[in-house]
């Protein structure tokens, strides 16, 4: 069965500054890896998708890559706002469900 | 970007009644919807993949005469708790896949159910 981390569960930085958050998962044979941002008591929002070929994807200040041989993928986030402040969770498909992380916590201090 | 919306995006209700939540594809036919339940700073758990036209399938664990999944047609499902206990409040979420090859997933806003 997949499982699937992400490390670290929480994280507090000054804006400004850039960070990795970074997933892992046990079974390479994925089909796409997504990465979502949740608000407190809010749906998820997706940010961005990586196919298993592709290697990474990237939205304004967001990068995500993605090592299937080695089950890993990160987020990049350049130059953090407070607005980044949320919980990012990472998921990964293989040929029918989604598997989740049980997310980073992110915390932007101004 | 596909949007998916929810119905109610919150409920009370009281021990032993039954609360139905829709979800609903906005601009976009979904073949494939999925209902989650998420715990007070947790992930989420996937409890069943619901198919337009046939019978939902249950993760292991989930009771399918409990929550019951219904998915009509190509923009709507519905998860319906019945006999609701105040260990079923929790956060219900549900989303949708684009019907492409992407399978990029797509979310509402969840559903936060209470029962007294």
């Known amino acids: 069965k997949q499982e699937v981390t992400q490390i670290p569960a929480a994280l507090s930085v000054p804006e400004g500054e850039n960070l990795v958050l970074n997933c892992s998962f046990t079974?390479?044979?994925?089909?796409?890896l997504q990465w979502f941002r949740q608000d407190p008591g809010k749906g998820l929002t997706s940010l961005l998708l990586?196919?298993?070929?592709?290697r990474e994807q990237t939205s304004g200040r967001l990068n995500a890559s993605l090592d299937k041989s080695s089950g890993r993928s990160t987020l990049y986030i350049a130059a953090s706002q407070p607005g980044d402040s949320a919980t990012y969770l990472c998921?990964?498909?293989?040929?029918?469900?989604?598997?989740f992380g049980s997310g980073t916590k992110l915390n932007v201090k101004p | 970007g596909a949007v998916v919306s929810q119905h109610p995006s919150w409920v009370i209700c009281k021990s032993g009644t039954s609360v139905k939540i829709e979800c609903r594809s906005l601009?976009?036919?979904?073949?494939?919807m999925f209902w989650y339940r998420q715990f007070p700073k947790q992930s989420l758990m996937l409890m069943a993949t619901?198919?337009?036209?046939?019978?939902?399938?249950?993760e292991q664990g989930v009771e399918k005469d409990k929550f019951l999944i219904n998915h009509a047609s190509l923009t709507l499902s519905t998860l319906t708790v019945t006999s609701a206990h105040p260990e079923d409040s929790s956060f219900y979420i549900c989303?949708?896949?684009?019907?492409?090859?992407?399978?990029?997933?797509?979310f509402g806003p969840g559903t936060r159910l209470t029962v007294l």
């Open positions: 601009d976009f036919q979904a073949t494939t």
């Open positions: 619901s198919n337009e036209g046939s019978k939902a399938t249950y």
């Open positions: 990586i196919q298993s070929s592709q």
């Open positions: 998921a990964v498909k293989d040929f029918n469900k989604f598997y």
């Open positions: 079974d390479s044979a994925i089909y796409n």
């Open positions: 989303s949708a896949t684009l019907p492409r090859a992407t399978n990029e997933q797509f």
